[in-house]
């Protein structure tokens, strides 16, 4: 049994089964049965009540259980939800694999190009904070998980060692 939400909103119950080219199941309690055909590993076409989808993979994040998928050129955001993950969100237990992230430390010497944000800013995961040069090459140190930003331990122009403090949340 999985629970697949469809773009922060709607959910839906599934109870899916697949062969090679079919699949038959449940689907919030009504019965589905219909033909698949993978084209790529990234395209699939289905055919459900007579009716034809072209179903496109756009992104896959196998460790939050989400997926943004095109069907018939309109995209969807999915996240799948197991027996396991709805027992642990039961449980009030969901939260616990999520790391909080208190600082940011150099990943290698070098020099800090540009600061992106300054104290105070709230910011969100994949967030440019800071871009630093090593060997010749820019590299963009982005934010791990949402927070604010609490201390900028450095100066635009700054030499840096590695695992020094850069920032704090």
Same mark, same amino acid.
């Given at each position: 049994?999985?629970?697949?939400? $469809?773009?922060?909103?709607?959910?839906?119950?599934?109870?899916?089964? #697949?062969?090679?080219?079919?699949?038959?199941?449940?689907?919030?309690?009504?019965?589905?049965? %219909?033909?698949?055909?993978?084209?790529?590993?990234?395209?699939?076409?289905?055919?459900?009540?007579?009716?034809?989808?072209?179903?496109?993979?756009?992104?896959?994040?196998?460790?939050?259980? #989400?997926?943004?998928?095109?069907?018939?050129?309109?995209?969807?955001?999915?996240?799948?939800?197991?027996?396991?993950?709805?027992?642990?969100? *039961?449980? %009030?237990?969901?939260?616990?694999?999520?790391?909080?992230?208190?600082?940011?430390?150099?990943?290698?010497? %070098?020099?800090?190009?540009?600061?992106?944000?300054?104290?105070?800013?709230?910011?969100?995961?994949?967030?440019?904070?800071?871009?630093?040069?090593?060997?010749?090459?820019?590299?963009?140190?982005?934010?791990? *998980?949402?927070? $604010? $930003?609490?201390?900028?331990?450095?100066?635009?122009?700054?030499?840096?060692?590695?695992?020094?403090?850069? $920032?704090?949340?």
């Amino acid at each position: 049994m999985y629970s697949i939400t $469809i773009n922060g909103s709607q959910t839906l119950k599934t109870n899916l089964n #697949t062969s090679s080219k079919t699949f038959e199941g449940t689907l919030n309690d009504a019965i589905v049965k %219909g033909d698949f055909e993978k084209i790529n590993p990234y395209q699939y076409h289905f055919i459900l009540n007579n009716r034809s989808y072209n179903v496109d993979v756009i992104k896959v994040n196998t460790e939050e259980k #989400t997926l943004v998928v095109k069907i018939n050129s309109v995209r969807f955001n999915l996240q799948l939800k197991d027996k396991y993950d709805e027992l642990l969100h *039961s449980l %009030g237990l969901d939260n616990l694999a999520t790391k909080k992230v208190n600082e940011i430390k150099a990943p290698m010497p %070098g020099m800090v190009l540009n600061i992106l944000v300054k104290e105070g800013d709230e910011v969100n995961k994949g967030d440019a904070l800071i871009v630093l040069e090593a060997m010749k090459m820019e590299n963009i140190l982005k934010s791990p *998980s949402h927070g $604010i $930003i609490k201390k900028i331990a450095i100066t635009k122009g700054t030499a840096v060692e590695k695992n020094q403090l850069l $920032i704090q949340f």
